[in-house]
């Protein structure tokens, strides 16, 4: 039985677990992954919003600005940048499972920047955000043998 990793993420935060398989296992801080822009307030981004245009003499308008605003694409950095460091651990062998847990919207970025190896080796995932949570409460959520 090999080394398990358990990544915690939310779209501001990640933090990164380290154990031994088998039952009762304790979880080990690694690291800790910050999403600056994620912890901004919701008007600090006001360019998220399309802008718009209005035709000469009261023409119909037309929506400025891409499909994803700035602060989606900060959470996909934030996101690939997270996949990064798990697809490495597990390409280095350093961890042979791994467990997910995180909020709906960054699991599905998560699992979709994975790659196919790293993916494969996803031993279970919980859908909730529990980053803010105690490492007491967060083992709570993974089965009772990892």
């Not at 600056?36 to 009261?58: I, K, N």
């Not at 699991?107 to 955000?129: M, P």
Request: glycine letters at 10%.
């Amino acid at each position: 039985m090999g080394r398990i990793m358990i990544v915690v993420a939310s779209h501001d935060a990640a933090r990164i677990f380290e154990t031994e398989a088998g039952a009762c296992a304790t979880l080990v801080e690694r690291e800790d992954l910050l999403n600056p822009s994620g912890r901004r307030l919701r008007g600090d981004l006001e360019s998220d919003r399309q802008g718009s245009f209005s035709g000469v003499a009261g023409g119909a308008g037309h929506g400025l600005g891409n499909e994803h605003g700035p602060k989606e694409e900060a959470l996909a950095r934030y996101v690939r940048a997270l996949a990064v460091v798990v697809n490495a651990a597990h390409q280095t062998g350093h961890c042979e499972r791994i467990y997910l847990v995180a909020d709906p919207h960054v699991l599905g970025a998560l699992r979709e920047d994975l790659d196919a190896t790293t993916r494969a080796a996803v031993a279970g995932e919980v859908v909730k955000n529990l980053v803010k949570h105690t490492v007491a409460e967060i083992r709570q959520h993974l089965p009772e043998r990892l």
